[in-house]
């Protein structure tokens, strides 16, 4: 078991950057991929980016270009790089983990970005 902690969001401007931080309780070497994922009011939750244990990334079209995800193994915690922001980006973000077959995830930190 793998517990996940957010930390890093909160209310930016438009155009503005966060980093978004995932704190994981024990070594994060051994996942098959570290993800971020959001949700915005009465929608459903969706994939945002991905790394892997091999350091390969992949992102939603429409922050490609203006978010990065990241990973320090030696802390256990993994980021997601967001620069210039827009309103529909506001919702909660998550960071998740799969191990085989196990999800794991956090409980989510609140971005709102106000035009």
């Known amino acids: 078991q793998v517990q996940l902690m957010e930390s890093g969001g909160g209310l930016i401007e438009a155009g503005g950057s966060l980093r978004l931080s995932c704190a994981a309780s024990?070594?994060?070497?051994?996942?098959?991929?570290m993800n971020w994922y959001r949700q915005a009011p009465g929608k459903e939750r969706e994939w945002v980016a991905t790394?892997?244990?091999?350091?390969?990334?992949n992102y939603k079209d429409s922050v490609k270009g203006r978010f990065t995800i990241s990973k320090e193994n030696a802390k256990n915690m993994w980021y997601l790089q967001m620069n210039s922001l827009k309103p529909e980006d506001t919702a909660t973000y998550y960071c998740?983990?799969?191990?085989?077959?196990?999800?794991?995830w956090g409980q989510g930190t609140q971005v709102t970005v106000s035009s």
């Open positions: 790394i892997t244990s091999r350091d390969i990334t």
């Open positions: 998740n983990a799969f191990n085989g077959a196990y999800a794991h």
């Open positions: 024990r070594s994060i070497a051994s996942l098959d991929t």
